[in-house]
């Protein structure tokens, strides 16, 4: 291309996408903080730039009182052994003692012309006061932590450019009792807030109860007319595949625009996805809002978005403007629309719902989610990591519970990167909000059914929120509460008005375990249980057809113990009785963090002689666990069952229950097994009645494939037990053959490996699934006295961030039995985090090996780290990473 016709070429863009006059920046460092105990002075003097702050404190925001004073070190951290307990608890304090003001200087110089200057606060728990440089800026008081706000600051600014904000944060109002309840006495749910800092049966009571700026506080500059709160709509209509070239789609988008001055103002607002570009003229009355809607485009063989494990995530980036005169841009908004449609159908069979994406049934193999962090210290990068694992887990949805908030916009873009599906609670719980009887409970039922307090505000906390994120394409259902309804009026206004008027795409189910989803004709409460099951309990127990909850044990290593139990609280289980039923004793610290027994499941690998031994064996408790709940399920796939949501794959404190990776985003063994056990296309064993039986979860059939059956003794030796020619259709299990009467005679004595694979025809490995079976007695007898082991390491950096790690087992060598790879600093042998590998604890048979990759951020700080790897039967050995 010549010079002339690329400078051409670059004039003609600058006329058809306008510059866009509009900024955006957050307020996120130089914050100042103090009790209102504290401060004498008033709003407004406290705002006026030039009053003196003699004496404040830096303060965190976004964020709580409590990290303020976390960060200042006037409380210990609370995520390690009891120091909770010497944090003061707002019950017994007052509500003064976390009151506290905020202080933000900035420079911003008064707009010019008719150009606006807005004030945002994406969250503030509970009410606040909100002054600008001598000004109160809220009329009235406002309430509610999840209710934006957002105020024209133009008039208010100084005419030198130099202001000050000042907030007044009171906590909620009750705080509620922390007596060891959930959500304590229950009485938190008056508020239209977070309901776990009461305490709940995974977390102990934060004592601020999240009282804070807790979320984003941004400045945007427009020019007359303020465009938000966009709606792209995509319709796919038909039953699409992920592959090959698909019918159109259609978009369609709506938004408001705000003209706060007092001239009307006519422009053209447009919108740019795909090469299209999508106008349409309007005019903005005076001091008005405005929604307006934009003609529909048709895409043309749309790239759709699809869930993990079932297509690609494919974006689209769209850019929204609204044009002055049709020439200057006034205000923009940027947006990754997912092109896809959701949608749900009744199964007659299993009774329960089935979701429909793009017109395809996908089994749903979900995950219950509470929050990245118990205090609000919320990061991109950590959403990042912790959806990731997600992904790597095989999952394709994750439920945000209701005892905590709407996710923020930052979560749900990792959920659209790695395919995602969200089920979003609103915020009730059957717990505080009156499903039971509840001695621990404040108030009866009757007067708990009512609660929050304020219903108005809990109906504009939802329009608001549902707003804020219902662009996202993994959004994909809507519930109206954890374990019950919202009070009548809520819930009318929510599932007849609100939603469809705001969304009108998705579904919406009015709490987590209604028969409408998943029909309970079995007793109990229609989800659960919550403790570690029999193996074969989830392959021949039918349970709930679209169990919202169930799930199990989640204790890391030692290495995960250490970092949050002091040293004299790192000591084992002891297991008191008989194998069949023990009694287990724990050290207090333990019961602190909320463990739950693995009972008589670890005892089969022998009575734990220490922390370190006892996080070891815990780890094959883990993976068995896991991996059987979703082969389980998977199993039975539109027979029994059309999903089934793990409670819950992460905890946002140190807590020692149902967590795949711990607070620190180190994994244990839960992961991979469930890792395997979800795997899309998966070959599995039945402890019920030893069928070998695949599963496919893709939806194209899946052929020319050889079903690889062997069986090892604990030398290693290997016995063929059958190579055959298979193929399933799309979405279906399929039971294969039945080795019971192998089984029986190989592991009689000490137990037995039993390797499964899926080959393709030139021997590539598609699936791999590797199990331990116990001897006739359900001892692990053989385990307890296998040979050691040294396979060849070898790491080699094969990329930037990229390692692998080869594991080579001699031929005449035992199985290389559950190894654990970490990528560890050289200096202190601990691990870096977080590190994502493409499988860990892993197994290798005699005269094979098997490559695993690292992906990890490097860091000035490590520039060398190492690779440790440890089994069971292998001893701790270091490896140095080579070039490529």
Aim: charged share 20%; glycine share 8%; proline share 7%.
């Amino acid at each position: 291309m010549t010079k002339f016709r690329y400078l051409l070429l670059l004039l003609t863009l600058v006329g058809a996408y306008p510059v866009a006059a509009q900024q955006r920046y957050e307020l996120n460092s130089g914050w100042q903080g103090l009790p209102i105990g504290k401060v004498k002075a008033t709003g407004p003097q406290l705002s006026q730039p030039g009053y003196a702050l003699t004496g404040w404190q830096p303060a965190v925001v976004p964020g709580t009182v409590l990290t303020t004073q976390l960060v200042n070190k006037q409380v210990p951290d609370p995520f390690f052994g009891m120091n909770n307990e010497r944090i003061p608890d707002i019950y017994r304090t007052g509500r003064d003692y976390y009151t506290y003001w905020f202080v933000k200087d900035f420079q911003e110089a008064a707009a010019a012309g008719d150009d606006q200057v807005w004030l945002h606060f994406r969250g503030v728990n509970y009410s606040c006061e909100v002054y600008l440089n001598g000004q109160k800026l809220n009329k009235q008081t406002h309430h509610g932590m999840f209710l934006r706000q957002a105020y024209n600051i133009t008039s208010y600014l100084a005419k030198g450019g130099r202001n000050r904000l000042a907030v007044v944060v009171y906590p909620p109002d009750p705080v509620g009792n922390p007596n060891g309840g959930q959500g304590g006495d229950g009485t938190i749910a008056r508020n239209v807030s977070i309901q776990y800092t009461a305490g709940w049966d995974w977390i102990r009571p934060i004592r601020d109860r999240n009282t804070g700026i807790w979320d984003k506080v941004t400045i945007e500059k427009t020019k007359q007319v303020n465009l938000k709160n966009p709606h792209v709509v995509t319709r796919v209509p038909g039953v699409r595949q992920p592959k090959g070239a698909q019918q159109p789609a259609t978009i369609q988008v709506t938004a408001e625009l705000e003209n706060p001055t007092a001239k009307p103002v006519a422009g053209v607002v447009q919108y740019t996805l795909g090469g299209q570009v999508v106008k349409q003229a309007v005019t903005v009355p005076a001091r008005t809002t405005r929604q307006v809607s934009l003609p529909a485009l048709t895409l043309q063989n749309p790239k759709l978005w699809w869930p993990n494990g079932y297509g690609p995530q494919n974006l689209y980036p769209l850019q929204m403007q609204f044009l002055v005169g049709g020439k200057t841009v006034s205000d923009e908004e940027n947006l990754q629309v997912g092109v896809r449609e959701i949608g749900h159908q009744w199964n007659a069979k299993t009774e329960s719902m089935q979701v429909l994406l793009n017109g395809q049934k996908v089994f749903i193999k979900g995950g219950n989610w509470i929050i990245s962090d118990a205090m609000l210290r919320f990061t991109k990068a950590r959403y990042d990591a912790e959806i990731r694992f997600h992904r790597d887990m095989n999952l394709n949805l994750i439920r945000v519970w209701g005892g905590a908030l709407v996710e923020r916009p930052e979560f749900y873009e990792a959920c659209d990167k790695y395919g995602m599906l969200l089920m979003q609670d609103f915020w009730m719980s059957g717990d505080a909000n009156g499903r039971w009887v509840d001695p621990q409970k404040l108030e009866d039922q009757y007067t708990r059914r009512k609660y929050p307090n304020d219903h108005r505000l809990f109906v504009n906390s939802v329009a608001d929120q549902v707003k804020m994120v219902r662009n996202y394409p993994s959004l994909a259902i809507w519930c109206g509460g954890n374990e019950i309804t919202p009070p009548k009026d809520i819930l009318a206004a929510m599932q007849d008005t609100l939603l469809p008027r705001l969304d009108g795409t998705r579904w919406f189910i009015p709490f987590s375990n209604a028969d409408s989803m998943s029909y309970n004709n079995l007793g109990g409460n229609g989800d659960g249980p919550y403790g570690i099951q029999p193996i074969s309990q989830f392959w021949g127990h039918r349970t709930f057809p679209f169990n919202s909850e169930v799930g199990s044990v989640g204790v890391g290593d030692m290495e995960s113990l250490e970092r949050f139990l002091p040293t004299a609280n790192q000591t084992p289980p002891r297991y008191l009785g008989p194998t069949s039923k023990p009694t287990e004793q724990v050290d207090s610290m333990w019961t602190y963090h909320t463990y739950i027994s693995y009972e008589q499941y670890l005892l089969p690998y022998g009575a734990p002689k220490t922390a370190q031994d006892f996080g070891l064996k815990a780890q094959l408790v883990n993976y068995d666990q896991y991996r059987a709940l979703m082969e389980g399920f998977s199993s039975h796939m539109w027979d029994w069952y059309t999903g089934s949501i793990i409670w819950k794959t992460q905890n946002p404190w140190t807590s020692l229950r149902g967590q795949m990776y711990d607070y620190y985003l180190d994994p244990n063994a839960c992961l991979y097994g469930l890792r395997s056990g979800s795997e899309p296309l998966h070959v599995m064993y039945n402890p019920v009645d030893s069928m070998v039986t695949l599963v496919n979860n893709s939806f194209e059939v899946k052929r020319d494939m050889m079903l690889v059956v062997d069986a090892y003794d604990m030398a290693g030796k290997k016995t063929p037990v059958t190579q055959v020619i298979v193929e399933i259709n799309p979405s279906s299990s399929k039971r294969y053959l039945p080795i019971n009467a192998l089984v029986k005679r190989l592991g009689m004595q000490q137990g037995m490996f039993l390797s499964l694979q899926l080959q393709d025809f030139d021997k590539k490995v598609i699936s791999n699934n590797f199990y331990w079976l116990p001897d006739a007695k359900g001892e692990y007898s053989g385990l307890k006295s296998m040979a050691k082991t040294a396979p060849r390491l070898t790491a080699r950096q094969a990329a930037p961030g990229k390692i692998e790690v080869t594991l080579a087992n001699p031929a005449n060598a035992p199985v290389a039995f559950f190894n654990r790879l970490s990528l560890v600093n050289p200096s202190t042998q601990k691990r870096i985090l977080p590190v994502f590998y493409s499988d860990n604890y892993v197994s290798v048979l005699p005269g094979e090996s098997k490559t695993v990759v690292l992906d990890y951020t490097p860091s000035a700080d490590v520039p060398a780290p190492q690779v440790s790897v440890e089994g069971w039967n292998v001893a701790k050995q270091l490896i140095h990473i080579t070039g490529k």
